[in-house]
């Protein structure tokens, strides 16, 4: 047995152009597998990370000199550095629509019935090896690349472009078995098997250098293939394996630690270990937040996050920079902006990205899925700092992992796909192509369902994409809003954390409610991160922010004092990025724009109401609060507040800041938002009808007005222009059908 590490064996490459080995670059380096100089055995190195500039000019990146499958044909090789036109980047004419591909689950007399369906259906992005390691490599350094040659010559003659995946998500059955090391651990010590997907510890240096062989021999063969318009590093990153407390990730995140508070007493200050007899005096001594008898110190658990977040970031540059060393081709990964995955801070990774992808499901556990869709693709839009982004992933219709997996209404994968472009996708993407017949997925939904083309989801696939190909002027046009709300996923992990006032209280919740809030009275709003640039917005909506550093707190301080208007909610401000409480009244960071002090919270059972002086009710929610300037525009009619400031305003510097005490009802929360909207001068606002989305995107010459329809009723608007839907021109005073949408195309005025 060869018992060299991966990246130092002879690899045979069973392909039709090539046989790669590392006499002909395929080496993993050190600084390639770790992110940072450490040996395979230096789990406790300590020294600092590599810093890999990961927004090289395509010029600037070294193309593969190797004689490869990189052609389609000789002519259409890209040289490195040619300019793609898309504003996406990916090579498209227009906007993108489309799908996951397995071809290694068929029989190959079926790839050209499904390409064949591809072209009807208007296909012109396909992501494939997305799980392709064990079809590829079916034994350490045995590469076997001759279907995903003919799969990928086979789209690119039918004119359909490749995403192509690194195939790194799930490791083989031979590399578990060889190294179960590799295998992650849960809070309780327990191991998770194979056999399912993502079966690897995101710190496991062994996993790290067989998936970036596998990354490296992939990429020399397609890096310059001009099918490939996209690559896909791993999928869906920590959607389960996010968190592992195995002895090398205790091993990792000592290391991460140290070079985050660099002195064992810097640590002890910020986790305020004099707490129950935690204080260290050794880096060794620390381990992961694991199961114990009691609570979990909360700062260790913050910080796990925190390590957890940068682990698997570190993974994604390691795959990338792997690839980018021989390949000028946009680089990505599929984000998971959703209600049930909060482990990565996006606000870190999209940075990263030469393209932000987002996968997004409807989860029919909440109360209305698609506002929570709608929140989503305004966050995605948030990451990509407002550029068009990509719908890597959603269904046509059911999913196969929730309780009940309801099958979409007609119409309601058009509205849903139609609603990422409103705010901002420039291409939509779904899982899958061909329903699968066997495996965990084979009940989740696809282009292609087990029907076939005899059904209701085909003929609505191929309408959609023959609109989606009419929607090509939409291309890097925009989505522009004067409002903002704040979102945090370290706010988010701190805030639901255990041991504070009410378990009731749920982060994302509160910022649903405060986004739903906003939508009622017709405004688009922009998500943005704690410490972002307020210099654009007239209003920004603070809901819950529990955790902020003094830094991030400041600039919406800074933004009142300087002539803008705040809405902040309850529990806001509450504690610094170590989870350490503001000594002094709450709201902490906030006290002072807020011009209050609050003394002491009263949480309500869930199911306990108050009443407000003005007619609203509110509830989970309530303080002790004390006015420092303000005015209060609400009071506690009833409950054990009677009498106190319920709702307040304060003017500050040129500025206005309101603060809500309580949880207020949806209907008078819309009313306090549209209150602080119109007195911040926010564009021209209206309230829409509950169930009806309008969102307007600007390009050059045209607006674009989305008009989509939930409800079950026919709902007059007032827009005009051409429907790019119909196809038929719109006059003023129209309306939209039940469960239908209108894409308005509006001239500019001359200016």
Known sequence: MDRRPPGERPVTCHGSHCTVCTARGLTIRRSSVYGWERSQKACTDTGPRRTVNLHRAAAHRRPCTSRTANEVEETHVIPAGTPLTSPLGLGTDGLVFGCDYNPEQWDKQVWHDDVRLMREAGVNLVAINVFGWSHIEPRRGDFHFDDLDEIIALLAANGIGVNLGTGTSSPPPWLTTLHPEILPQVGDGTTRWPGGRQAWCPSSPMFREHALALAEATALRYGQNAAVKLWHVSNELGCHNALCYCDVSAAAFRGWLERRYVSIEALNEAWGTAFWSQHYAEWAEILPPRDTLSFINPSQQLDFFRFSSDELLDYYRAEAEVIRAVSAIPVTTNFMVTAHIKTQDYWSWAPEMDVVANDHYLDHRLGVPHRELSFSADATRGLAGGRPWLLMEHSTS??????????????????????????????????????????????????????????????????????????????????????????????????????????????????????????????????VAPGADLSGYRLV??????????????????????????????????????????????????????????????????????RLSGGATAGLWSELLHLRGAEATARYVDGPLTGMPAVTRNEYGTGVARYLATMLDPASLAEELARAASEAGASSLAPVADGIEIVRRSGTEHDYVFVINHTDAETPHPFSGHDLVSEADIAPGGTVAPGGVQIIRQTKEAS
């Open 398 to 527: 059911a999913v196969n992992w929730q309780p009940q997996n309801h099958a979409k209404a007609p119409g309601e994968m058009m509205r849903n796909s139609l609603t990422h472009v409103a705010r901002g996708a420039d291409g939509v993407c779904f899982f899958q192509w061909r329903a699968s017949l066997r495996g965990t997925e084979k009940f989740h939904s696809a282009l292609l369902p087990h029907s076939g083309t005899d059904s209701r989801v085909w003929r609505e696939v191929v309408e959609l994409g023959s609109l989606m190909h009419r929607l090509g002027e939409l291309a890097g046009s925009v989505v522009r809003s004067d409002i903002a709300l704040v979102f945090s996923w370290e706010a988010w992990w701190a805030t639901d954390q255990d041991a504070h006032p009410s378990s009731e209280l749920r982060y994302l919740e509160q910022v649903h409610l405060a986004y739903e809030g906003l939508l009622a009275i017709g405004a688009t709003v922009d998500i």
């Open 541 to 610: 909506v603070v809901p819950c922010l529990y955790l902020v550093s003094d830094a991030d707190a400041q600039v919406i301080t800074d933004f009142v004092a300087g002539g803008g208007h705040a809405v902040i909610s309850f529990f806001s401000g509450i504690v610094d990025e170590h989870d350490s409480v503001r000594p002094g009244s709450y709201p902490g960071a906030f006290r002072d724009v807020a011009g209050i002090s609050t003394e002491e919270f009263y949480p309500l059972d869930r199911a306990e109401t108050i």
